[in-house]
Nanobody, 118 residues
Framework: VQLQASGGGLVQAGGSLRLSCAAS????????MGWFRQAPGKEREFVAAISSGGVTTDYADSAKGRFTISRDNAKSTLYLQMNSLAPEDTAVYYCAADQRTKMTYTWWGQGTQVTVSS
């Protein structure tokens, strides 16, 4: 499985972005997927996860109420809708496939930069 994240960019505080993660290879619909982020000088942190069928989701406290994770299995694509962005959301965002534990996934994308200006 190869993952290609996109949709990052520069946005003002209070704005929105939608990240996409396109997956190649077969069996996308079998995998639980997740989004993570890593800010400069900080460790990678969990943002959100979604079950293989899209029924169950999980969010970091920092994402609850502002971010929405979703997936389109027919398009083999994972999404992260981010609203009410704040400067502390600035980070490189990564998508991941095939959840093993909350922080451990089999495949990782290359990351997309999100920068929120104040």
């Amino acid at each position: 499985v190869q993952l290609q994240a996109s949709g990052g960019g520069l946005v003002q505080a209070g704005g929105s972005l939608r990240l996409s993660c396109a997956a190649s290879g077969r069996f996308f619909s079998r995998y639980a997927m997740g989004w993570f982020r890593q800010a400069p000088g900080k460790e990678r942190e969990f943002v959100a996860a979604i079950s293989s069928g899209g029924v169950t989701t999980d969010y970091a406290d920092s994402a609850k109420g502002r971010f929405t994770i979703s997936r389109d299995n027919a398009k083999s694509t994972l999404y992260l809708q981010m609203n009410s962005l704040a400067p502390e959301d600035t980070a490189v965002y990564y998508c991941a496939a095939d959840q093993r534990t909350k922080m451990t996934y089999t495949w990782w994308g290359q990351g997309t930069q999100v920068t929120v200006s104040s």
